[in-house]
């Protein structure tokens, strides 16, 4: 008999644990998969996939929404065979059986994650090599020194519009506005166009008319972007796309910007929060293990590899009738990777996932994985020293473990994260008046936004944190 702790959710009869059901059966398992969203999955997704791993091995079938089927790949070696294996598996959401039959609505909540567009993400070679390339050499040419100066100078005025309160939501408020207004920069547009891109993908993610509305703001920012670069060009990525040989024609250049704008907010606005809830309530993050103590770096590294921002994604279809791990996969099935659950797979060596060991696969692998890594980073760095560094005494407002999670199978984001701390009146900087609407959280299965700017940082602006800052024991230290 199958013991109560052994059953899946969404299941009747789950096998038991460590044996799964025979390699032959679990094709048939496809139409019974385990879902990957609701409440209980986002609570504890680390459960169900170490579940998941016991019951079908490597590979498990999983519903993604209701009626939206799919394999989740659950194996940190099986996911890097399919990542790289394109001559085997097709990016292109137009490959996907039951979407083109009708079997999935046109309208399911996972078509804004998971629909075509011609854009690198979405294509195979050749179109892919060619946005590809395009893409890669134009955030290739990011400064580094205007890269930090115009995250430090977005991350001074978002903390000055609540620095004074003594209390804030830091996901609604911070990471989830930061990336969208530094993408904004580096696109080359005005600093008074972030808001509007802010205030449009705000509406895009209240749904309804709302998004209607949303959706017309957005397509005039990019109109408006690609044209005055066409006749303007600038040092900036939405100029160098433009030139780079790839030649794209204006559609094209639309479509790669909205790439960017999607692939980089939601991913670096929940590096951003999971890495603040992590050195907010892990007292590790006061001491590391050796009695040192741990950089914003080493604590950017344990959400990647531990929390990755995309848990569940590089979603791929089989070209042919395909066995992976005993899973038999048909043609144009949908083969999610867990990067989430690959990264913890007990196959690896669990020292993997110490400082300075970067093969988890949170940016993904092979030819789609992602192309802007470092700037993600850096991104991310610098937002939480700016905030650690103006707001030294920030606390959760709630316990840890009270924090909730947004429920969809993509994303691992924080719905909010509030928190307290002694006001301050940083040094006007810019225009005090600025003050973006801050985004929602996002639906669970959308796309979302991006970042922005350029400048100095203000004059009194604290030096670089020393690598193996840590905010709390400086704090500690009275500083
Ligand atoms: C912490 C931040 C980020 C994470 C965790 C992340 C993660 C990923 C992952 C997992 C993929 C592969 C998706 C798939 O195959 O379906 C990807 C692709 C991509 N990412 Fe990122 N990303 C981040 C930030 C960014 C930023 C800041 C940008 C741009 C400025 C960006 C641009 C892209 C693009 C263009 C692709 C598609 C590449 C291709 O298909 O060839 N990402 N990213």
């Known amino acids: 008999m199958t013991p109560a702790r052994h059953r899946l959710p969404g299941t009747e009869a789950a096998p038991p644990a460590g044996t799964g059901p025979p390699a032959t059966t679990r094709e048939a398992g496809h139409r019974a998969g385990v879902p990957l969203y609701g409440p209980e999955f986002a609570a504890d997704p680390h459960d169900l996939y ?44 137009r490959t996907w059986r039951a979407l083109a039959c009708g079997e999935v609505p046109a309208d399911s909540s996972v078509i804004p994650m998971m629909g075509y567009r011609p854009n690198a993400l979405f294509s195979d070679p050749p179109a892919h090599d060619r946005y ?12 580094d020194h205007v890269l ?60 309804g008319e709302d998004a209607i509305e949303g959706d017309r703001l957005f397509t005039r920012y990019m109109i408006d972007l ?70 914003i770096e080493a604590a950017l590294e344990q959400v990647l590899w531990q929390e990755p921002p995309m848990a569940n994604y590089a979603v791929h279809y ?9 899973a038999t996969l048909r043609a144009g099935d949908p083969v999610v990777v867990s990067l989430a659950a690959a990264n913890i797979d007990p196959a690896l060596n669990p020292a993997a996932s110490r400082a300075g060991n970067r093969a988890h696969l949170a940016f993904s692998a092979g030819p789609h994985a992602c192309p802007a890594k470092d700037p993600a980073r850096r991104i991310a760095t610098i ?6 560094d103006t707001l030294s005494d920030v606390r959760l407002t709630v316990p840890a473990t009270d924090l909730q999670w947004r429920m969809g199978p993509f994303q691992r984001a924080l719905t909010a994260l509030p928190v307290h701390f002694t006001p301050v009146h940083p040094p006007a900087i810019g225009d005090p008046t600025w003050t973006p609407s801050p985004l929602p959280p996002a639906p669970s299965a959308s796309t979302p936004p991006a970042p922005t700017s350029t400048a100095r940082p203000p004059a009194s602006a604290p030096p670089d944190r020393p690598r193996g800052w840590n905010f709390r024991a400086a704090f500690r230290r009275g500083r």
């Open 132 to 143: 590809r390339q395009a893409i890669a050499d134009s955030l290739a040419r990011i400064d």
């Open 148 to 207: 930090h100066t115009s995250v430090a100078r977005t991350a001074d005025r978002l903390i000055a519009s609540f620095a004074s309160r003594g209390r804030a939501d830091l996901l609604i408020e911070y990471a989830a506005v930061l990336p969208v207004l530094t993408v904004n920069a580096l696109f080359g547009q005005a600093d008074d166009a972030g808001p509007r891109l802010v205030a449009a993908l705000a509406k895009m993610f209240e749904g």
């Open 226 to 295: 690609i044209a005055s670069k066409r006749d303007r060009p600038g040092p900036d990525v939405t100029s160098w796309l433009m030139a780079h040989p790839a030649r794209l024609s204006d559609e094209e250049m639309i479509h790669q910007c909205t790439l960017l704008i999607a692939a980089s907010a939601e991913p670096v606005q929940n590096l951003i929060g999971n890495a603040l809830r992590l050195l907010l309530a892990d007292d590790r993050f006061a001491g590391d293990l050796s009695g040192g103590i741990m950089s």
């Open 318 to 326: 089989p070209r042919r009738d395909l066995v992976l791990r005993g």
């Open 50 to 93: 170490d579940r998941l791993r016991r019951h079908y091995g490597e590979v498990a079938p999983v519903e993604l929404a209701p009626g939206v089927h799919a394999w989740l790949v659950l194996g940190y070696y099986a996911a890097l065979e399919v990542l790289r294996s394109p001559h085997l598996y097709s990016k292109d959401p």
């Open 383 to 388: 937002a939480i020293e700016r905030l650690l």
